[in-house]
């Protein structure tokens, strides 16, 4: 895309689509995740190999069909680390776009260049895909409100896949009532009638743990906040077992999933990937599917657990990340060891199918920091009210 800055855009194909007359969303742009199918312009999904291998989509996923329809305009597609496996935004083949908010660090991924065009102004909204968090971190990383919605509630036709049973449709806004009129076209009506009624705030003691005491103390005025907000607050433990044994069942899963959606056009492409991506596939095809079933019963369990810990009023609050963005070009190790740490904290939502919110609450060494909201299924509306409500 000419004069792209942030290096946020793809590099290939038309790049303005444009919206209906009139409508909810006329006058605004959006960027579009690289993962999704607009009729007439490629879709890469961040692998050039990809790009090469596929036809040009004839179709437009529903998702970006009804922001279009709701009077939007495309201002292009948005870089994605390869086929959306990583969190970091640092793609191999075409760059790592920039954090605009945090100047020399990643933008975090795999929505990376939807986060990366948001917060550098370039438009004003974005549309992602959040599988283990490729909204939620992203959001964190660039200082903007962010959403992964409950599991199904947006369609992800017309898209690339990851692994189904945890992918979904999230988006990135500035403000929070942006990001409640995104909600208001792409959620299902269903969602969008009265609001629930949150009652209980639920302090998740463990994923705050993870991220240290430096995120708790810059976390703590936004989550007094809220403690004035609901007359106090309980003191959860999501996993009794701890975070990091929930971990290896998303991860364990996903691999499984990945290698279902993809292993056939890797075996038969042998596709270049860049250093980590190749990796997982590499271990994902090689995943014993005992692991896999082991993993699905155990997933069924934590589901359990927190739709118990929410019932139908409780909003459990959390930190989005583990910490501020690492610096671009970070070690292999590094790299691993923040992933490893942010997945025992964004696994929660993913594996029980959950809604979860990125706010953006703080600022730690000058760089952005989010505090998110986790509520049941089906509640994507209220969460979006409650951020709109309180941290507009």
């Known amino acids: ?30 960027a579009v995740k690289d993962l999704f199918h607009i009729a007439g312009l490629p879709t890469g999904a961040g692998n050039p190999d990809w790009l090469r291998t596929h036809e040009v989509p004839q179709e437009t996923a529903p998702a970006v069909q009804r922001l279009l329809d709701a009077g939007a305009r495309v201002a292009g597609k948005t870089l994605t680390d390869e086929l959306a496996w990583s969190l970091a935004g640092e793609n191999a083949h075409y760059g790592t776009p920039e954090n605009p908010q945090a100047p020399g660090r990643i933008p975090g991924g795999s929505s990376s260049g939807s986060a990366s065009a948001v917060a550098g102004g370039a438009v004003d909204f974005a549309i992602g895909t959040d599988t283990g968090g490729s909204v939620r971190l992203p959001a964190s990383y660039c200082g903007l409100y962010g959403i992964r919605p409950t599991h ?60 240290g005491e430096a995120v708790r103390a810059a976390l703590a005025p936004a989550l007094d906040r809220l403690r004035e907000r609901f007359r106090g607050a309980e003191t959860v433990t999501l996993a009794p077992e701890g975070l990091e044994q929930w971990r290896p069942v998303f991860q364990t899963l996903q691999a499984a999933e990945a290698w279902a959606a993809h292993g056939a056009w890797i075996t038969a492409t042998k596709p270049t990937f860049g250093p980590g991506v190749r990796d997982r596939f590499a271990a994902a095809a090689t995943l014993d599917p005992a692991l896999a079933r082991a993993a699905a019963q155990t997933r069924e369990g934590i589901r359990r657990r927190m739709d118990d810990l929410l019932g139908t009023d409780g909003l459990i609050v959390l930190p989005s990340a583990p910490g501020i963005a690492p610096l671009r070009g970070s070690s292999g190790a590094a790299v691993d060891a923040e992933r490893g740490r942010a997945l025992a904290i964004l696994c929660p939502a993913g594996l029980a199918g959950l809604p979860q919110l990125s706010i953006p609450a703080a600022r730690l060494q000058g760089c952005p920091l989010g505090l998110s909201l986790i509520g049941p299924r089906g509640s994507d509306s209220t969460l979006l009210s409650i951020a709109e409500e309180l941290f507009a």
């Open 1 to 30: 895309m000419p004069n792209d800055p942030l290096n946020a855009f793809v590099p290939y194909g038309r790049t303005e689509v444009a919206g209906a007359a009139s409508g909810p969303l006329a006058g605004l742009r959006f």
């Open 152 to 211: 199904g509630a947006v369609p992800l036709d017309g898209s690339v896949p990851l692994a189904p049973s945890f992918d979904t449709v999230g988006w990135f806004a500035w403000e929070a009532a942006l990001l409640r009129r995104v909600g208001a076209v792409l959620l299902p009506s269903s969602t969008l009638g009265p609001d629930l009624a949150f009652r209980r705030l639920l302090v998740a003691e463990d994923a705050f743990a993870i991220a």
